[in-house]
């Protein structure tokens, strides 16, 4: 009997398969590098440009100040018509006891009602100047006549006017040093409560609010940045 061969079955081609082909990267983005900020020298001071005054009448005059009505010809050329509070100019006293703390010195601050604000202040001593004193010399006579202190040392801080739209006072601050305790002869109309604290309480006070001062203000932070700055002295 024949015996029937199984027939031979294929095999199946055996078929490679393709290696996938490999992600490109991301290619990170190149990011330029910040530029530094260009350097500013501080700008040159130019010469002073003054108005053409036409006319300039007095409508009030007091014991401190008096105000003007002036007509003039602004350095643009504009004419134009200003009311201006004229004073002979204030000096304020940045008084402060360095003898123990360097960074934190005791300041020297007075507390008075002020109408015009009405309510109590906390302030540097200041005051007005008479016509033609010299600053530093009004600077000592203040400080003694509201404080009783003479200072060692003065060197002045900073000049400025506190609202120049229409009030021509000039605030001179001086820096006082190296203080003598004496006895305060105010002026009749001034009730002052004189306190000396840290310089780090009164930042406090400034933060809080409870200073709003503007003079107090200016010269207290700006001495307080010196300090900071290592530029005092």
């Known amino acids: 009997m024949a015996v029937k061969k199984k ?19 991301p290619v990170a983005a190149k990011t330029k590098k910040a530029e530094k900020p260009k350097k500013l020298k501080a700008p040159k001071p130019v010469a ?9 009448e007095c409508v009030y005059e007091g014991p401190l100040f008096r105000v003007m009505h002036d007509k003039l010809i602004e350095p643009g050329g504009k004419h ?3 009311d201006v509070i004229r004073h ?5 006293i940045l008084a402060i006891d360095s ?8 300041i020297v601050i007075e507390r008075q009602y002020r109408h015009a604000a ?3 202040l906390w302030e540097l001593p200041a005051g007005k100047l008479e016509a033609g004193e010299d600053a530093l010399e009004g600077a000592k006579r203040e400080l003694e006549e509201e404080t009783g202190y003479r200072a060692k040392k003065w060197k002045p801080l900073v000049e400025y006017y506190a609202s120049p739209g229409f009030l021509g006072e000039s605030m001179k601050v001086f820096l006082a040093e190296g203080l003598i305790a004496g ?3 105010p002026e009749e109309d001034e009730q002052i409560e004189l306190r000396l604290v840290k310089l780090s309480d009164v930042i406090k006070m400034i933060d809080k609010g409870a200073i709003l001062d ?20």
């Open 7 to 25: 027939a031979a079955v294929a095999a199946k081609p055996t078929t490679k398969k393709k290696a996938a082909a490999p992600k490109p990267k």
């Open 48 to 56: 002073v440009e003054t108005a053409e005054l036409l006319s300039s």
């Open 80 to 82: 134009s018509e200003r």
């Open 88 to 92: 002979n100019g204030s000096v304020v």
């Open 99 to 106: 003898s123990k703390r360097k960074k934190n010195p005791w």
């Open 118 to 120: 009405q309510q109590f």
């Open 183 to 185: 006895d305060a002869h």
């Open 214 to 233: 503007g003079k107090t203000l200016t010269s207290v932070l700006l001495y307080a940045r010196q300090i900071k700055n290592g530029s005092k002295g």
